[in-house]
């Protein structure tokens, strides 16, 4: 583990759960050893309430909105870099026109904006009354196209049974609340919950989205059930082929670069095909046809790859 990760609490969160106090963690900028430490925390935190039949699933649910959070933030300083209104429609469409691509060539430059405006991401764990509470805060108020936008993916991932169905029509590199929200209520499905256990809202200016699981005994037993039979789905995939594992790690590595990683997909046929099949697909909405690897990972981003890469093992 880094040697700069810092220490979890355990007596502190024990301390904090018996008190139905709530535990934060406040990051400016998000780093690596941030969202380890996050999920170390949140790990620890479902180990003492001895809820692990959940850690599984909640760390991809914490992962997704907390880096939806710090790019929400990053939206910020990108449209006041770009003098452009974020609450003006046709400025909006504008501005995430070219917003992932601009950033994401620069995001030291506008990671470093966000710490001097202070703008943060804030996680909150918290047990009170038999439930638990999972709650992700940035202080970047959501717009109302932004707040339509994550209602009309809650609306249309009721339609949806399993990741699969999702990936083609789903899949949007441009805003945080595409693929990554509706695998996240797939989640909680598998926890026996519903899109109700979700919910996202701004309060003084601060944008909250919460998850509010029940905690009882009856509950976990029925979540066993579902635990073992997903167990054995898992267990029964093929392994990942090492050319897959190789790009995930590259695409998990800070330090890589497109170029890079575009010519690592280039060394696979079926993979390239599919980057630039998903590259033109509708999702995208190209006027011109992506025939370049390079431009095709620029377009669909690290993100989107990595979740990708998921369905093509």
Do not use: W
């Not at 583990?1 to 998000?30: F, G, Q, S």
């Amino acid at each position: 583990m880094n040697e700069n990760l810092p220490v979890v609490d355990v007596a502190k969160i024990r301390m904090a759960i018996n008190a139905e106090a709530p535990l934060t963690i406040t990051t400016y900028t998000l780093p690596h050893r941030m969202e380890l430490y996050m999920n170390a925390v949140l790990t620890t935190f479902f180990k003492e309430l001895h809820q692990e039949y959940m850690i599984q699933y909640l760390i991809y649910c914490q992962n997704e909105l907390v880096t939806n959070a710090k790019k929400a933030n990053t939206k910020r300083i990108y449209f006041k870099e770009k003098n452009l209104d974020i609450n003006k429609l046709s400025d909006y469409e504008e501005g995430m026109k070219t917003f992932k691509s601009d950033t994401l060539g620069n995001i030291s430059f506008y990671l470093a904006k966000q710490k001097e405006a202070g703008l943060y991401v804030k996680l909150v764990l918290q047990v009170k009354n038999g439930m638990i509470l999972m709650e992700v805060d940035n202080n970047s108020e959501l717009t109302y196209f932004e707040f339509k936008r994550i209602h009309d993916k809650l609306c249309r991932a009721q339609q949806y049974t399993s990741v699969e169905d999702t990936i083609n029509q789903v899949l949007d590199d441009s805003e945080g609340a595409g693929l990554g929200l509706v695998i996240m209520i797939l989640m909680l499905r598998k926890l026996g919950m519903s899109e109700d256990n979700f919910n996202t809202f701004c309060e003084n200016g601060v944008t909250k989205t919460q998850i509010l699981l029940p905690m009882n005994k009856e509950f976990e037993n029925e979540v066993s059930v579902i635990s073992k039979e997903l167990e054995k789905t898992i267990n029964d995939l093929p392994q990942f082929p090492r050319n897959i594992i190789k790009l995930r790690g590259m695409l998990d590595n800070p330090d890589s670069n497109i170029s890079d990683i575009a010519m690592l997909i280039s060394q696979d046929v079926s993979i390239t095909g599919e980057i630039l099949k998903l590259a033109n697909s509708s999702a995208f909405g190209l006027s011109n046809k992506c025939g370049n690897v390079t431009d095709a990972v620029k377009l669909i981003g690290f993100d989107g790859i990595k979740k990708l890469l998921f369905y093509l093992a």
